[in-house]
């Protein structure tokens, strides 16, 4: 167990700045998805979708953020010296892509299931 929250924490280290609040989103998201199990507006719906898009966002953002670290330590050192910061940039920017679909994907899925379900107890397709 200790292993794994170690992991986890490595993770969120190397993500950079933008990873927490993605965090934040991914908390946010859940949180709505299970209170639109037991609170059927159709406005939770509207704001489950949009904090779905923005982790995706979010996770693009930390791409972009990471590929320009990236490419400005390539701009202002030497190559040869310097390939662990190379590669540190380049996972930021695979860490936050990672983290921003991993909430965007399960979460729209779930989301739809509810939507789905729902809809199918009422007789509506």
Do not use: C
Request: hydrophobic share 50%; net charge positive; no cysteine.
């Amino acid at each position: 167990m200790r292993e794994i929250v170690l992991s986890i924490l490595s993770l969120i280290n190397h993500g950079g700045i933008v990873i927490y609040p993605l965090i934040l989103n991914g908390l946010i998201i859940w949180f709505l998805i299970i209170s639109d199990v037991f609170d059927e507006k159709p406005e939770n719906r509207r704001i489950i979708n949009v904090f779905i898009a923005s982790s995706t966002l979010l996770g693009l953002l930390g791409t972009v953020s990471g590929m320009i670290e990236t490419f400005q330590v390539i701009t202002y050192s030497d190559l040869s010296s310097k390939p662990d910061l190379i590669s540190a940039g380049i996972s930021k920017a695979l860490i936050t892509t990672q983290f921003g679909l991993a909430q965007a994907v399960p979460a729209f899925i779930v989301s739809r299931f509810i939507v789905y379900k729902r809809n199918s107890k009422r007789g509506e397709k």
